[in-house]
């Protein structure tokens, strides 16, 4: 079962605010008035308006925070390894790709649009209420195409090195049986390191055409990744944010649960 928190946050702010509302304009003045004519003894609102005004503001805070500037994210599986881990939790900024109003995920004022090799947040094409990340790999009329594990672009293959083996760590650790390679990948001016598994069979090689207003997303990890290759494009409409920095790193299969050495690493 998957919680649509923005639906949640909002709703309780808009319950707590039409509350402070009413006893703001009306229900203090009416208190006040029965207290005068002996009615009730004290004008102490009642628990459920005494919270709902109290929880206003701070539930009001965390809306805006949340939904026009940073929000935070967990990464759910190793798809992004090694540029992301399984236990980081990591910022991701909303106004990066343009305002969008909490639930509708309506644009009302537009900032800037994704760049090849930013890492983004964006919501599913398969599952409603579920978020993804992954790498902007494909632009608006790209050629996409990966074959033997190089990915090109527009014909172009995008620079590689090998740089050696990659071993995971804790709740990371490799796969039973698999010897994962490190390498470097260059994105125009963005070098990032992403992941292959030699012995796993590269596939028929294919390519896409990305539309207009969408995007080709890749996982770093190229071999373990559940993205554009299988599903398709990410519209515009779906995106969430942009990923910025790693604010914990949380993996208790080390021997202890916080990796203080992750925390405020940017995200590139």
Known sequence: MHFDFALIITSLTLISGVIWFLDRFWLRKRRAEQVAHGKIES???????????????????VLVFRSFIFEPFKIPSGSMQPTLLIGDFIVVSKFSYGLRLPVLNTKVLDTDEPERGDVFVFRSVEQEGVNMIKRVVGMPGDTITYRNKVLYINGEPAPQEILGPWVGQGINRNPPGTNPQLRTEKLEDVIHEILVYPGRP???????????????????????????????????????????????????????????????????
């Open 43 to 61: 004008d102490e609102p009642s628990r459920p308006v005494e919270y709902g005004r109290s929880f206003f503001p701070l539930l009001l805070i």
């Open 202 to 268: 590269s596939g028929r090689p294919a390519s896409w055409v990305v539309p207009e207003g969408h995007y080709f997303a890749m996982g770093d990890n190229r071999d373990r990744s559940h993205d554009s290759r299988g599903w398709g494009f990410v519209p515009e409409d779906h995106l969430v944010g942009r990923a910025v920095r790693i604010w914990m790193h949380w993996d208790c299969a080390r021997g202890f649960c916080v990796d203080f050495s992750r925390i405020g690493d940017k995200i590139q």
